[in-house]
């Protein structure tokens, strides 16, 4: 699907706030509340839009304790390794990567015993062979 200047600007509108009315969109981009009413319903039927989510506070997520988790897999086991690790809300993002490393977890967890808890439980997973994990103590630079 093609997105418009108007469909981009709807995204980033949404961007800043999930929750904005028709009218309030309609409003900002200078276009009638049907109008905008169509382009949304086009980019949810299209499945540019795949769902509205809540964004956290920087606040309350500098509150979580977050770290890097690289693992070494059995390559025959990673689905179904990334399949136990969705189970987990404090997995945030699993990434496939290049190097010595076949993936990178991201994971969260309010305290330290819970994230190491977590840190356990993805050594046990069958076909995991190794990690290494670091914590993250600041973020320098979020685009």
């Known amino acids: ?20 009315s028709i009218t309030d969109i309609a409003g900002q981009l200078n ?9 949304l319903e086009r980019l949810e039927q299209s499945g540019v839009i795949d769902g509205y989510t809540v964004r ?3 606040s309350y997520l500098d509150k ?26 404090e997995i945030k993002t699993v990434y496939s990567v290049s ?3 076949d993936l990178i977890a991201e994971v969260a967890a309010m305290d330290i015993s819970r994230l190491d808890s977590i840190i356990d439980q993805i050594i ?20």
Do not use: C, P
């Open 56 to 58: 956290l506070s920087q």
């Open 99 to 101: 190097g010595q490393f």
């Open 1 to 20: 699907m093609q997105l418009t200047v108007k469909d981009q600007a709807l995204l980033t509108v949404l961007g800043q706030n999930a929750r904005a």
């Open 64 to 89: 979580e304790i977050r770290a890097h988790v690289l693992i070494i897999v059995r390559a025959r086991d990673t689905a179904a390794i990334i399949g136990k690790m969705k189970k987990y809300d």
């Open 124 to 143: 046990e997973i069958d076909g995991v062979e190794r990690t290494e994990s670091s914590i993250i103590l600041s973020t320098r630079l979020k685009k």
């Open 31 to 39: 276009i009638s509340r049907s109008t905008a009413q169509k382009r």
